[in-house]
C-alpha cells in the first residue's frame, strides 16, 4: 500500500488538536480524537441559524464584521427606537442607545467605531452620530436631511449616498465624511432609497434600491472611485429594502422586497453577480447586515413589511477553509 510520505514527500503531523486555520489540501491526525483530518473548503454558500437579537426590529442599519457585529435604531414593532447591540459571532449584548431615534438611515464603520447619519426620526433628518463601542455622541451634521440612505466606509472616511429628501425627490446625493464633517461629492448615475452598499470611501459600491415611482425597484448597480459613480452589471433580481456588505469586488447581496419579499441571495465578483442557491431560511426585508462576502451576517428586518423579527443568519461563502474527517470511503 503507498503511504503518504512517499506521495507527498513528507509525514503527517499528530497534533492534540485541529490547527485554527487549516489551508486547503493540509492533512494532519488528531491525535485526541484519534482520527485523520484535512483542510478543505466550502463548494456552495449557505445560511445557518445564529442566535436571535434581544429586540425584534425591522428599518434599522447595522455595521462591523461577522464576529464582532453591531445594530441600531429601528422600529420595533411599535415605536422607533435607538436600541444597540453588539454581536460577538455567538450572542446579541445590548449597548447604549442612539441619542436620535430613527429608522431608515445610513451607517458605516467597525463595532468600535461607527458611524449612524440621516433617516426619519419621524421627521427627515440630517443628524450623524458616532459610536466608540460603549455610546453615541453628535457628529457633523450632512449638507442635507434625507432619509432611506445608504452608507459605508469607516467612522473618519464614511460615504453617505442616495435617499429620499421630503418635498424633493428621490436623491443621488454622495458625501463624504472625515470624521468632523461632511462635504459633498459627484452624485450617484441613478438616484434611489433603499438600496444597499459595500466597500470604503475610495472603493464603494452601491446595488438596488426603490425609484420614483414608488414601489418600483432597481437592480442597477454602481461603483464609486472617490470621486464619482460608474455603471456596472446589475443584480439579477431588482430588489429594495434590502442588506448588503463586503467590498467593492467581493459583495453580497441579500434579502428585500422585488416585490413579495425575498430570501434571495447574490453574490459580487468585483464584474458581475451571480445568484446562489442558497436563500436566507427566513425571507425578510428592512433587515441590518454587516461583515464581508465570505462571511456576512443577516439579523432583524421583517418577514411581510410590516411584523418585525430578531432572527440572525451567518453566512460562509464558497471557498472558506473548513476542517474534513477523512476516512476510508
Known sequence: MAEYINIKGQNIEVVASDPANPTLGQIWYNSTSNTLKGGGGTTVGSWATGNNMNTARRSFSGAGTQTAGLGM???????????????????????????TVRIYFGAAGIQTAALAFGGNTPSATNATEEYDGNSWTAGGNLSSVNEGNMGTGTQTAGLGFGGYIPGTAHT???????GTSWSPSNPLNTARSGGSSAGIQTAALAFGGQTPPAPAVTAV????????????????TARGNFAGCGIQTAALAFGGQTPPVTGATEEYDGTSWATSPATLSTARTMLGSCGTRPSGLAF??????TSVVASTEEWTGPGVPLTVTITAS
Not at 443621488?172 to 472625515?178: A, C, N, P, S, V
Not at 448597480?221 to 439579477?236: F, H, I, Q, V
Not at 432583524?300 to 413589511?305: A, D, H, K, L, V
Open 300 to 305: 432583524g428586518g421583517s418577514p411581510n413589511g
Open 221 to 236: 448597480t454602481e461603483e464609486y472611485d472617490g470621486t464619482s459613480w460608474t455603471n456596472s452589471n446589475s443584480l439579477n
Open 172 to 178: 443621488g446625493l454622495t458625501e463624504e465624511y472625515d
Open 73 to 99: 435604531g429601528g422600529w420595533d414593532g411599535t415605536a422607533r427606537v435607538g436600541t444597540t447591540e453588539e454581536y460577538d459571532g455567538t450572542s446579541w449584548t445590548a449597548s447604549n442607545p442612539l441619542t
